[in-house]
């Protein structure tokens, strides 16, 4: 299982992103400052964006020209995005045919489910955003800053669920995010990106 | 309130809710697509929709009079001068209002909701069912309650398309002419009175709508 990008180039506003890469691991982390393109390119990998030139292409399929829901992806993305209408059940159960036990017990979020979503605080709207994600059975888990905006007590605690993720679900991930800390944490290895550019290191 | 009263009311209300409902999926769908495509002929469309709101009402009378009239190319219907056609008027005029507020309200939508329904796998039909009709919702009774109290006031294009007749086509605009007409202005101003109350209701429940948190 992995994910490559072959000479793909997406033009943004400051400069172009242009890379050739492959998902060097299961887990790797896209390491790069803020503004570098790293949730652009999850965001051709989801596709949310499509690229002027290049394929991408996940586990040998290239899947340059299917929607995003016929990916098999689970994005999360750095603001979350629950759908602020429905209930934490509905949200898990969104793209999902049943509620994985394992999935909820790992994040801890079964006594959650009867609640809105408003009545989450930080860090369990994220576990909330995972469950969602991997429930919908993806091959791949894209995961965009999952502690930016999450206060330095929560940060551990999130990034034990991380880990427990990781561990508990044979689930390759991509994992983007501008601290070198937390991506050695919780990948094999790290993609760095600058300015549109990126390579294995 | 009189036997008479009762009935233009009735009247009014039942065509002004028809004209409504008529409205509600096509005025849905073109608000969509305006929205949230991109399309020849976008431009044209959006102008068309929004002319009832500017040309006089008489004329709009006319082009529905010319339209469903005997020798019309929809003549074939036979609506002109029936309660039908006063509901053809009602959805024509009130069709502008309901289309602009329900655009507004999905350009209101994240679209980040839709974009992360559709990695969940959700074909276009279900973001639209479960996430954008859902999210966009006030906006859209508020503005159906808008095209509502609008039709409920249509009088330029009604009096051409559907006529003047007492008992069928006289709504309560039409009924408050006519009694002026007649210099039955007691009669007149207790219509009015209904007009006023029909009116404060369906725009003060808008207002409500809209202005009120989520739970």
Redesign the interface.
């Known amino acids: 299982m992995t994910i490559e990008l072959r000479n793909v180039v997406l033009p943004l506003a400051h400069f172009t992103l242009a890379v050739d890469v492959q998902m060097p691991a299961r887990t790797t982390g896209i390491f790069g400052p803020s503004g570098a393109g790293k949730t652009s390119l999850l965001e051709l990998i989801a596709g949310l964006r499509t690229p002027k030139a290049g394929r991408v292409v996940i586990d040998g399929r290239d899947v340059t020209d299917l929607p995003p829901r016929d990916r098999r992806i689970g994005y999360v993305p750095q603001d979350d995005a629950l759908f602020p209408h429905l209930s934490v059940k509905q949200n898990v159960l969104y793209g999902a045919h049943n509620a994985d036990d394992a999935v909820l017990d790992v994040l801890e979020i079964r006594h959650l489910l009867p609640r809105g979503v408003n009545q989450l605080s930080g860090g369990e709207r994220k576990r909330v955003a995972l469950a969602r994600a991997l429930l919908s059975h993806p091959d791949v888990l894209l995961l965009d800053e999952p502690l930016a905006g999450v206060d330095v007590e929560l940060r551990n605690r999130v990034l034990q669920y991380l880990v427990r993720i990781r561990d508990e679900f044979p689930i390759p991930m991509l994992y983007v995010s501008h601290d070198i800390e937390e991506v050695r944490a919780i990948c094999e290895a790290v993609v760095r990106i600058e300015r549109g550019r990126a390579g294995v290191g | 309130m009189s036997a008479g009263e009762a009935g233009i009311l009735f009247l009014t209300l039942r065509t002004a809710a028809l004209a409504t409902i008529v409205i509600l999926a096509p005025g849905l769908a073109i608000a969509w697509l305006l929205a949230r495509r991109r399309w020849r002929g976008k431009s044209i469309v959006e102008t068309l929709v929004a002319l009832p709101l500017v040309m006089p009402p008489v004329a709009t009378g006319l082009i529905l009079l010319e339209l469903f009239g005997r020798r019309g190319p929809l003549g074939f219907l036979k609506i002109a001068f029936s309660w039908r056609a006063v509901v053809v008027a009602m959805a024509v005029m009130s069709f502008p209002l309901l289309v602009r507020a329900a655009r507004v309200a999905f350009e209101e939508v ?1 679209p ?2 839709e ?9 276009e039909w279900r973001v639209f069912a ?2 954008t009709l ?2 966009a919702r006030r906006g859209i009774v508020s503005g159906a309650l808008l095209a509502f109290a609008r039709a409920l006031g249509e009088f330029g294009a009604t009096i051409l398309v559907a006529g003047n007749i007492p008992g069928r086509t006289s709504t309560l605009s039409l009924s408050i002419y006519n009694l002026v007409q007649l210099g039955r202005d007691g009669d007149a101003f207790r219509l009015l009175g209904w007009s006023v109350a029909l009116a404060f209701a369906a725009v003060w429940i808008a207002e409500v709508v809209v202005r009120r948190k ?2």
């Open positions: 994240n980040r909701f974009q992360i329904a559709r990695t969940l796998g959700a074909g479960t996430i859902p999210l989520s739970a």
